[in-house]
Protein backbone atom coordinates (compact mmCIF):
# COMPACT_ATOMS: atom_id res chain seq x y z
CA UNK A 1 0.00 0.00 0.00
CA UNK A 2 1.60 3.41 -1.24
CA UNK A 3 2.26 6.05 2.03
CA UNK A 4 0.92 9.13 1.45
CA UNK A 5 3.66 12.04 1.43
CA UNK A 6 4.31 14.39 3.55
CA UNK A 7 2.41 17.40 1.89
CA UNK A 8 -0.39 15.32 1.30
CA UNK A 9 -0.89 14.78 4.76
CA UNK A 10 -0.88 18.24 5.70
CA UNK A 11 -3.20 19.24 3.17
CA UNK A 12 -6.01 16.48 4.66
CA UNK A 13 -5.30 17.84 7.69
CA UNK A 14 -5.89 21.40 6.48
CA UNK A 15 -9.02 20.23 5.26
CA UNK A 16 -10.67 19.22 8.41
CA UNK A 17 -11.71 21.79 9.68
CA UNK A 18 -13.63 23.00 6.30
CA UNK A 19 -14.95 19.78 6.30
CA UNK A 20 -16.56 20.52 10.01
CA UNK A 21 -17.71 23.83 9.14
CA UNK A 22 -19.98 22.30 6.02
CA UNK A 23 -21.27 19.28 7.84
CA UNK A 24 -21.98 21.83 10.47
CA UNK A 25 -23.77 24.21 7.91
CA UNK A 26 -25.78 22.13 6.51
CA UNK A 27 -26.91 20.00 9.73
CA UNK A 28 -28.71 24.08 10.60
CA UNK A 29 -30.26 23.77 7.17
CA UNK A 30 -33.04 20.73 8.62
CA UNK A 31 -36.47 20.35 7.00
CA UNK A 32 -38.68 20.87 9.65
CA UNK A 33 -41.15 18.79 7.74
CA UNK A 34 -38.99 15.71 8.43
CA UNK A 35 -38.80 16.11 12.50
CA UNK A 36 -41.90 15.28 14.35
CA UNK A 37 -41.53 17.24 17.82
CA UNK A 38 -45.01 16.38 19.08
CA UNK A 39 -44.64 14.15 22.56
CA UNK A 40 -45.31 10.28 22.34
CA UNK A 41 -48.97 9.66 23.49
CA UNK A 42 -50.55 13.45 22.93
CA UNK A 43 -53.78 12.93 21.19
CA UNK A 44 -54.92 15.18 18.28
CA UNK A 45 -55.32 18.67 19.37
CA UNK A 46 -53.83 18.45 22.97
CA UNK A 47 -51.69 21.57 23.30
CA UNK A 48 -49.26 21.90 25.95
CA UNK A 49 -50.48 23.52 29.28
CA UNK A 50 -48.85 27.47 29.82
CA UNK A 51 -49.20 27.44 33.46
CA UNK A 52 -48.68 30.71 35.02
CA UNK A 53 -44.70 32.09 36.19
CA UNK A 54 -46.40 34.13 39.28
CA UNK A 55 -49.35 32.82 40.99
CA UNK A 56 -50.19 35.02 43.97
CA UNK A 57 -47.26 34.82 45.97
CA UNK A 58 -46.10 31.94 44.53
CA UNK A 59 -43.69 31.85 41.56
CA UNK A 60 -43.26 29.03 39.72
CA UNK A 61 -39.66 27.02 39.61
CA UNK A 62 -37.60 26.50 36.45
CA UNK A 63 -39.65 24.76 33.45
CA UNK A 64 -42.27 22.62 33.45
CA UNK A 65 -41.90 18.74 32.90
CA UNK A 66 -43.81 16.45 30.84
CA UNK A 67 -44.38 12.66 30.81
CA UNK A 68 -46.05 10.46 28.63
CA UNK A 69 -47.55 6.73 28.52
CA UNK A 70 -43.45 5.78 27.55
CA UNK A 71 -42.29 6.99 31.16
CA UNK A 72 -45.13 8.08 33.36
CA UNK A 73 -43.92 5.33 35.77
CA UNK A 74 -40.83 7.61 36.50
CA UNK A 75 -43.17 9.84 38.34
CA UNK A 76 -45.97 7.90 39.26
CA UNK A 77 -43.97 4.67 39.82
CA UNK A 78 -47.19 1.74 40.87
CA UNK A 79 -49.99 4.02 39.75
CA UNK A 80 -48.66 4.55 36.38
CA UNK A 81 -50.70 1.55 34.65
CA UNK A 82 -54.29 2.67 36.45
CA UNK A 83 -54.05 5.70 35.02
CA UNK A 84 -52.90 4.56 31.36
CA UNK A 85 -56.00 2.16 31.56
CA UNK A 86 -58.41 4.84 32.47
CA UNK A 87 -57.33 7.28 29.36
CA UNK A 88 -54.16 9.35 30.23
CA UNK A 89 -52.22 10.96 27.78
CA UNK A 90 -50.21 13.41 29.34
CA UNK A 91 -48.73 14.46 32.60
CA UNK A 92 -47.43 18.36 33.41
CA UNK A 93 -45.85 18.66 36.09
CA UNK A 94 -45.07 22.70 37.59
CA UNK A 95 -43.30 23.36 41.12
CA UNK A 96 -44.03 26.69 42.63
CA UNK A 97 -42.55 28.61 45.79
CA UNK A 98 -43.23 31.32 48.03
CA UNK A 99 -42.01 34.61 46.75
CA UNK A 100 -40.57 35.36 50.53
CA UNK A 101 -39.38 31.83 50.60
CA UNK A 102 -34.96 31.68 50.46
CA UNK A 103 -35.32 28.34 50.55
CA UNK A 104 -35.72 27.14 46.44
CA UNK A 105 -37.41 23.52 47.52
CA UNK A 106 -40.88 23.57 45.86
CA UNK A 107 -43.60 24.20 48.76
CA UNK A 108 -46.36 23.32 45.65
CA UNK A 109 -46.31 20.43 42.99
CA UNK A 110 -48.90 20.86 40.09
CA UNK A 111 -49.96 17.73 38.25
CA UNK A 112 -51.87 18.27 35.25
CA UNK A 113 -53.06 15.01 34.00
CA UNK A 114 -54.15 15.19 30.24
CA UNK A 115 -57.08 12.51 29.84
CA UNK A 116 -58.87 11.42 26.77
CA UNK A 117 -62.30 12.52 27.84
CA UNK A 118 -63.97 14.36 30.44
CA UNK A 119 -65.30 11.14 31.58
CA UNK A 120 -61.68 9.54 32.29
CA UNK A 121 -60.81 13.02 34.48
CA UNK A 122 -63.45 12.27 36.39
CA UNK A 123 -63.67 8.80 36.69
CA UNK A 124 -59.89 10.01 38.64
CA UNK A 125 -60.77 12.43 40.78
CA UNK A 126 -63.94 10.16 41.69
CA UNK A 127 -61.48 7.44 42.41
CA UNK A 128 -58.96 9.83 44.40
CA UNK A 129 -62.05 11.01 46.57
CA UNK A 130 -62.58 9.61 49.75
CA UNK A 131 -66.25 9.61 51.65
CA UNK A 132 -67.43 13.41 53.46
CA UNK A 133 -65.10 14.90 50.72
CA UNK A 134 -64.01 18.57 51.39
CA UNK A 135 -65.91 20.24 48.41
CA UNK A 136 -64.14 23.64 46.59
CA UNK A 137 -65.76 25.57 44.15
CA UNK A 138 -62.91 24.99 41.10
CA UNK A 139 -63.03 23.31 37.89
CA UNK A 140 -66.42 21.19 36.92
CA UNK A 141 -65.96 19.82 40.40
CA UNK A 142 -63.40 19.59 42.92
CA UNK A 143 -62.30 18.59 46.73
CA UNK A 144 -59.72 19.29 49.62
CA UNK A 145 -57.06 16.94 49.96
CA UNK A 146 -54.93 15.77 53.52
CA UNK A 147 -52.29 17.76 51.64
CA UNK A 148 -54.01 20.21 48.97
CA UNK A 149 -56.82 20.46 46.14
CA UNK A 150 -57.92 18.05 43.57
CA UNK A 151 -59.99 18.85 40.63
CA UNK A 152 -61.12 18.17 37.20
CA UNK A 153 -62.16 20.42 34.29
CA UNK A 154 -62.89 18.71 30.81
CA UNK A 155 -60.43 16.37 29.97
CA UNK A 156 -57.90 17.36 32.29
CA UNK A 157 -57.38 15.68 36.03
CA UNK A 158 -55.86 18.32 38.27
CA UNK A 159 -53.69 17.20 42.23
CA UNK A 160 -52.30 19.79 43.61
CA UNK A 161 -49.97 18.97 46.61
CA UNK A 162 -48.48 21.52 48.98
CA UNK A 163 -45.61 20.71 51.49
CA UNK A 164 -46.42 22.72 54.25
CA UNK A 165 -49.73 21.85 56.34
CA UNK A 166 -50.59 26.14 56.84
CA UNK A 167 -50.10 26.96 52.67
CA UNK A 168 -53.69 27.82 51.36
CA UNK A 169 -53.62 26.19 47.65
CA UNK A 170 -57.32 26.90 46.39
CA UNK A 171 -56.45 30.16 44.87
CA UNK A 172 -53.88 28.45 42.88
CA UNK A 173 -56.11 25.94 42.03
CA UNK A 174 -58.17 28.48 40.35
CA UNK A 175 -55.52 30.30 38.75
CA UNK A 176 -54.63 27.04 37.59
CA UNK A 177 -58.14 26.24 35.97
CA UNK A 178 -58.06 29.68 34.23
CA UNK A 179 -54.90 28.51 32.59
CA UNK A 180 -56.33 25.45 31.67
CA UNK A 181 -58.85 27.78 29.45
CA UNK A 182 -61.83 25.11 29.25
CA UNK A 183 -64.98 26.57 28.38
CA UNK A 184 -68.01 26.21 30.23
CA UNK A 185 -69.25 22.95 28.73
CA UNK A 186 -71.89 20.59 29.86
CA UNK A 187 -71.06 17.01 31.38
CA UNK A 188 -72.97 14.34 30.42
CA UNK A 189 -73.05 12.39 33.69
CA UNK A 190 -73.95 15.91 35.57
CA UNK A 191 -76.67 16.33 32.95
CA UNK A 192 -78.21 13.59 34.06
CA UNK A 193 -78.90 15.49 37.41
CA UNK A 194 -82.31 17.68 37.33
CA UNK A 195 -82.36 21.16 37.39
CA UNK A 196 -84.97 22.10 39.57
CA UNK A 197 -83.11 25.24 41.28
CA UNK A 198 -80.66 26.72 42.35
CA UNK A 199 -77.30 24.36 42.68
CA UNK A 200 -75.84 24.73 45.82
CA UNK A 201 -73.02 22.01 46.03
CA UNK A 202 -72.43 18.71 43.87
CA UNK A 203 -70.36 15.89 46.05
CA UNK A 204 -69.14 12.59 45.46
CA UNK A 205 -69.59 9.51 47.64
CA UNK A 206 -67.45 6.92 46.58
CA UNK A 207 -69.02 3.92 49.29
CA UNK A 208 -71.51 4.24 52.04
CA UNK A 209 -73.50 7.27 50.81
CA UNK A 210 -75.84 8.15 53.79
CA UNK A 211 -74.45 5.16 56.29
CA UNK A 212 -76.09 2.96 53.50
CA UNK A 213 -73.34 -0.11 52.98
CA UNK A 214 -74.42 -0.99 49.49
CA UNK A 215 -74.30 2.55 48.05
CA UNK A 216 -71.49 3.32 45.90
CA UNK A 217 -70.04 5.94 43.39
CA UNK A 218 -72.81 8.17 44.25
CA UNK A 219 -73.02 11.91 43.20
CA UNK A 220 -75.01 14.48 45.35
CA UNK A 221 -75.92 17.63 43.80
CA UNK A 222 -77.86 19.73 46.61
CA UNK A 223 -80.03 22.18 45.87
CA UNK A 224 -81.22 25.50 47.19
CA UNK A 225 -85.52 26.46 46.23
CA UNK A 226 -86.82 28.71 47.63
CA UNK A 227 -85.13 28.26 50.47
CA UNK A 228 -85.68 24.76 51.22
CA UNK A 229 -82.50 22.44 50.80
CA UNK A 230 -83.10 19.50 48.70
CA UNK A 231 -80.76 16.81 47.89
CA UNK A 232 -80.80 14.57 44.59
CA UNK A 233 -78.58 11.51 44.66
CA UNK A 234 -77.18 9.86 41.45
CA UNK A 235 -76.16 6.41 40.81
CA UNK A 236 -75.28 4.89 37.42
CA UNK A 237 -74.49 1.65 36.21
CA UNK A 238 -75.21 -1.28 33.76
CA UNK A 239 -78.99 -3.16 34.12
CA UNK A 240 -77.25 -5.75 36.61
CA UNK A 241 -76.03 -3.16 38.87
CA UNK A 242 -79.43 -0.89 39.08
CA UNK A 243 -81.10 -3.96 39.26
CA UNK A 244 -79.07 -5.24 42.07
CA UNK A 245 -79.11 -1.84 44.02
CA UNK A 246 -82.65 -1.76 43.86
CA UNK A 247 -83.06 -5.11 45.13
CA UNK A 248 -80.24 -4.18 48.11
CA UNK A 249 -82.88 -0.84 48.68
CA UNK A 250 -85.96 -3.38 49.48
CA UNK A 251 -84.12 -5.42 51.21
CA UNK A 252 -83.16 -2.47 53.09
CA UNK A 253 -86.76 -1.29 53.62
CA UNK A 254 -88.55 -4.36 54.63
CA UNK A 255 -84.91 -5.02 57.56
CA UNK A 256 -85.33 -2.00 58.60
CA UNK A 257 -88.73 -1.56 58.80
CA UNK A 258 -89.07 1.35 56.06
CA UNK A 259 -92.63 1.29 54.82
CA UNK A 260 -93.15 3.20 51.18
CA UNK A 261 -95.70 3.71 48.92
CA UNK A 262 -95.03 2.35 45.12
CA UNK A 263 -96.76 5.04 42.35
CA UNK A 264 -96.66 5.78 39.01
CA UNK A 265 -95.28 9.01 37.75
CA UNK A 266 -95.25 10.46 33.99
CA UNK A 267 -95.11 6.45 33.25
CA UNK A 268 -92.26 5.89 35.66
CA UNK A 269 -92.50 3.87 38.91
CA UNK A 270 -91.60 5.92 41.92
CA UNK A 271 -91.33 4.75 45.80
CA UNK A 272 -92.03 6.98 48.91
CA UNK A 273 -90.26 5.76 51.87
CA UNK A 274 -91.39 6.92 55.46
CA UNK A 275 -87.80 6.81 56.73
CA UNK A 276 -87.60 7.38 60.72
CA UNK A 277 -84.21 8.75 60.22
CA UNK A 278 -84.42 10.63 56.75
CA UNK A 279 -88.11 11.52 57.02
CA UNK A 280 -89.97 11.23 54.10
CA UNK A 281 -87.24 10.57 50.85
CA UNK A 282 -87.90 9.04 47.50
CA UNK A 283 -86.58 6.23 45.21
CA UNK A 284 -86.77 6.44 41.37
CA UNK A 285 -85.47 4.23 39.43
CA UNK A 286 -84.83 5.17 36.04
CA UNK A 287 -83.38 2.51 33.49
CA UNK A 288 -79.30 2.58 33.44
CA UNK A 289 -79.49 4.84 36.88
CA UNK A 290 -81.60 5.22 40.38
CA UNK A 291 -82.23 8.25 41.71
CA UNK A 292 -83.25 9.51 45.36
CA UNK A 293 -84.25 12.63 46.57
CA UNK A 294 -84.14 13.55 50.38
CA UNK A 295 -84.74 16.97 52.60
CA UNK A 296 -87.96 19.29 52.06
CA UNK A 297 -89.26 16.93 49.57
CA UNK A 298 -93.04 17.61 48.52
CA UNK A 299 -95.65 15.15 46.50
CA UNK A 300 -95.72 18.11 43.81
CA UNK A 301 -91.43 18.27 43.54
CA UNK A 302 -91.05 14.56 43.25
CA UNK A 303 -93.55 15.05 39.92
CA UNK A 304 -90.79 17.81 38.94
CA UNK A 305 -87.96 15.63 39.79
CA UNK A 306 -89.20 12.55 37.76
CA UNK A 307 -90.74 14.83 34.67
CA UNK A 308 -86.69 16.41 34.65
CA UNK A 309 -85.33 12.53 34.80
CA UNK A 310 -87.51 11.42 31.66
CA UNK A 311 -86.96 14.67 29.64
Wanted: proline letters at 3%.
Amino acid sequence: MPKLSVISRLVLVALLPVIGLTLYATGQRYDPGLMNFKAAGTSEGAADINFPREIGDFLMKGQSRTFTKDNLFEYVDGHAEYLINNGFVKLYVAEYVKKTSSDQTPEVVVDVYVMGEPEHAFGVLMDSATSGNDEVKVGLMGYKTDSGVSFFAGSYYVHITAFKAQLQVESLAQAINSALDVKSEAFSLFDRLPDIGKVVSTRYFKENYRGLDFIHNAIERQYDIDGKEIQVALVTGGKDTINRLFSAFMAYFEKSGVRYVKSEIAGMSCYKAADKYEGDWFLIPAGDAIFSVYGAVSDDLATKVVAKIKK
